[in-house]
C-alpha cells in the first residue's frame, strides 16, 4: 500500500512538470527569431552590395543581426533540451499510469 501512494505522489509531480510545455515556446521564439535574422541578414547583404563603403547604421545592424542568430540558435537548443526532458517526464507518467492500472 505504501508503494502505490508514493506512486501516486510522483503521478501527480510528473503531472504538473507534464503540463508545462516550455518547448513549444522556445521552439516559436526561435523561428520567429530566425526569420528576423534572415530579413535583417537580406538587409545588411543588400547595403553592402550597394554601397562602396557601408553607412554608419549598418553596423548596428549588423550587431542586431548577430544576436538574433545568437538568440535563435540558444533558444532552439533549449527548445530541444526541454522537448526531450518533457519527452522523459511523459514516458514515465505513462508508465506511471499503467503500473497503477488508470490506463488499459
Known amino acids: ?4 501512494s508514493a506512486m501516486e505522489q510522483e503521478l501527480s ?5 507534464a503540463r508545462k510545455r ?10 520567429v527569431e530566425g526569420s528576423c535574422w534572415a ?6 547583404g543588400k547595403l553592402l552590395w550597394d554601397s562602396r563603403i557601408p553607412p ?5 545592424l549588423a550587431f542586431v543581426d548577430l544576436m538574433l ?14 522537448l526531450r526532458r518533457e ?7 505513462r508508465e506511471l499510469r499503467a503500473a497503477l492500472g488508470i490506463d488499459p
Do not use: I, N, Q
Open 1 to 4: 500500500m505504501h508503494e502505490r
Open 13 to 17: 509531480a510528473l503531472a504538473d512538470a
Open 22 to 31: 516550455r518547448s513549444a515556446d522556445l521552439f516559436l521564439r526561435a523561428a
Open 39 to 44: 530579413l535583417l541578414a537580406g538587409v545588411c
Open 56 to 60: 554608419l547604421f549598418f553596423w548596428p
Open 69 to 82: 542568430l545568437w538568440d535563435a540558435v540558444r533558444r532552439y537548443r533549449d527548445g530541444r533540451a526541454s
Open 87 to 93: 519527452v522523459k517526464v511523459e514516458a514515465r507518467l
